[in-house]
């Protein structure tokens, strides 16, 4: 990470003819447990991990700003004055849409100067750790300390949502950005999606001698796709038929009710994210009373819950979830929105290379692409690198 801090400041000078003023970064996340329970106003559990997105800036002195990202072969100019969601398209829309989305809470477009940015990352693109929200991350704590806005973390990862929401056009919920922005080393990001409180929960995997494999299927999952929405709308018919605002109020112990008011399949979509919002507290309350060692059954219920009553799985993951499980795991489900995508296997640090042989051995037997492998650490959140 040093070197790469540098040779983003090298090639900001290449490209613009002048030093930046800093270089911050930001992580991208995995979502620990905690699936499509955000939109049902529920709880999720993510961490920010060790592969970061580096934005180093410098302030112009007229209104233009700049963008440029080892990821793009051009570099997309704008005059501030110019900066509306309509204006912003392709990869450019998230960084000059966190410009735009600080004007919309409190930063005034008027006054502030311009930018030149230069980009680049190790978070891999669309393998579901969420580049997406590392770029926001990163561009709004640079373009908060240059502009001296004093914006909370919290208030950032909202503005990144509205970044992504509207000038890119992606209906997410606010679990990426807070992971990114309040994330810490070794720790989970405990997050109330209805009051957007927040809490750092130490995970101890280190301590206990744990890693966290992230199994890529390399299946791609596109959310403007039919599932999304399709169980998106469940929830909110589940919720109208049940006579509360969002699935949220609805406890386990409502289920049985349930059952008799709903059609079999909205139900198991409600039984899903009932039953996963109360995973997401029992596993908080589990590292904390008894260690990262105690949480593998949640692990393997939210996975089991995702494969039958959601409906969200495919068979990659499947297959990377029951080979991690027979072979060493303690726990592991597919993580993040479904349909493709990667799992995660909690994994005893001396049998981790013995789970990668048995996943890919597996999936070569199935005939499926040998999927990507690798371990995560828990990370630092968004801050300065470099500079000022
Ligand atoms: P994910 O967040 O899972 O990686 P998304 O589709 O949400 O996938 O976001 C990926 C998009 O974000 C890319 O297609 C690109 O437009 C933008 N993006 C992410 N990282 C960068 C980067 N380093 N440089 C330029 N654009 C990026
Ligand atoms: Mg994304």
């Known amino acids: 990470m040093s070197d790469m801090r540098h040779d983003v400041q090298n090639t900001f000078e290449e490209l613009f003819g002048r030093r930046a003023d800093g270089v911050w970064s930001a992580p991208g996340r995995v979502n620990l447990i905690g699936e ?28 233009v700003a700049r963008v440029a990202s080892e990821f793009a072969d051009e570099v997309v100019e704008i005059d501030l004055a110019d900066l509306a969601p309509d204006n912003l398209h392709g990869w450019a829309a998230y960084p000059l849409g966190v410009a735009w989305a600080l004007g919309q809470f409190g930063a005034d477009l008027a006054a502030v100067p311009g930018f030149d940015i230069y980009i680049d990352s190790t978070v891999p693109v669309g393998a579901g750790l969420s580049s997406s929200a590392a770029i926001e991350s990163a561009v709004a704590v640079a373009l908060n300390e240059v502009w001296r806005l004093d914006l909370a973390p919290r208030t950032l990862a909202t503005v990144g949502q509205r970044a992504e929401n509207v000038a890119v056009g992606a209906p997410t919920g606010i679990m990426d950005q807070s992971a990114s922005l309040l994330g810490r080393r070794d720790s989970g990001v405990f997050l109330d999606c209805r009051s957007l409180e927040a809490e750092i929960i130490p995970l101890g995997l280190e301590a206990a001698g744990l890693e966290i494999l992230v199994i890529d299927t390399g299946v791609s999952h596109t959310h403007a796709t039919g599932g999304y929405a399709e169980r998106r709308a469940s929830c909110e018919a589940g919720a109208s038929a049940l006579g509360v605002e969002s699935l949220r109020d609805v406890t386990v112990d409502d289920l049985d009710r349930a059952r008799n008011v709903l059609d079999d399949e909205t139900f198991r979509r409600v039984r899903h994210v009932v039953t996963e919002n109360q995973r997401v507290l029992d596993t908080a309350r589990t590292l904390r009373e008894h260690g990262p060692t105690a949480i593998g059954e949640l692990l393997d219920a939210s996975h089991r819950s995702m494969r039958d009553d959601f409906e969200i799985s495919v068979p990659e993951l499947d297959l990377a979830v029951e080979t991690a499980q027979t072979n060493g795991a303690i726990g592991a489900r597919m993580t993040g929105g479904g349909f493709g995508g990667a799992a995660i296997a909690l994994v005893p640090s001396e049998l981790s290379s013995r789970l990668r042989v048995a996943i890919d051995g597996a999936f070569s037997e199935h005939g499926y692409s040998l999927p990507d492998t690798f371990t995560v650490t828990a990370a630092d959140g968004a801050f300065r690198e470099l500079g000022l």
Do not use: C, E, M, S
Request: net charge positive; aromatic share 10%.
């Open 36 to 63: 499509h329970t955000d939109y049902n106003q529920g709880f999720v559990l993510p961490f920010a991990i060790n592969r970061r997105t580096l934005v180093a800036l410098g302030a112009r002195t007229d209104r």
